[in-house]
């Protein structure tokens, strides 16, 4: 029996400047620095653009769930319209990869091999807007508010996923506007 393989991308806004904070223990926090771009990525499923080639990549992961040893890296680029992740899931397997949702906010794709995204703009640590990606590029999302309110009917006007597989990875090029985050960097 094959685990459900997923990648796990926690975000949070930094006053000081745009940073990604991804998940690991209390007493360690990694910060990777979104860097900024004239020329926006085309999102087609492939990390070839330029900038990305200029973006450092993140792989120090902290697996909060089960055991994933796999290596995932995420790469993250902004511009005036919004935030731009490129998350590598490297997969000894990619014809095992489960993906059957192709809807947005279809149903469980959470069961999917996907990609869990938690933007929180706030800096709260619990109000947080969630994205799931699986390898087909279906998205489903969700913003909580606070951790007595979930508002499971929110989507995002502008988000958009594309997908692709390199020979030893799948990968998900994301965006979402500075409007559905409700913030601008600065």
């Not at 940073?19 to 771009?37: R, T």
């Amino acid at each position: 029996m094959r685990l459900k393989r997923w990648s796990f991308v926690s975000l949070i806004w930094l006053s000081a400047g745009l940073g990604v904070s991804l998940a690991g223990p209390l007493q360690e926090l990694s910060v990777l620095f979104a860097m900024k771009v004239d020329q926006a990525p085309v999102l087609d499923g492939k990390l070839d653009d330029a900038c990305w080639a200029k973006a450092p990549e993140y792989t120090r992961y902290r697996h909060r769930r089960g055991n994933n040893p796999q290596k995932s890296g995420l790469k993250a680029l902004w511009d005036d319209k919004g935030l731009y992740l490129g998350i590598i899931n490297y997969e000894k397997d990619l014809a095992a990869l489960k993906a059957e949702v192709r809807l947005r906010d279809g149903e469980k794709i959470w069961a999917d091999d996907s990609a869990e995204i938690y933007i929180d703009p706030t800096t709260t640590g619990y109000s947080f807007y969630r994205f799931d990606v699986n390898s087909l590029g279906a998205i489903h999302d969700y913003w909580r508010t606070d951790p007595g309110f979930t508002d499971w009917g929110w989507s995002a006007s502008l988000v958009n996923a594309a997908c692709g597989k390199t020979k030893d990875a799948w990968v998900i090029e994301f965006f979402i506007s500075w409007a559905d985050l409700k913030k601008t960097p600065n």
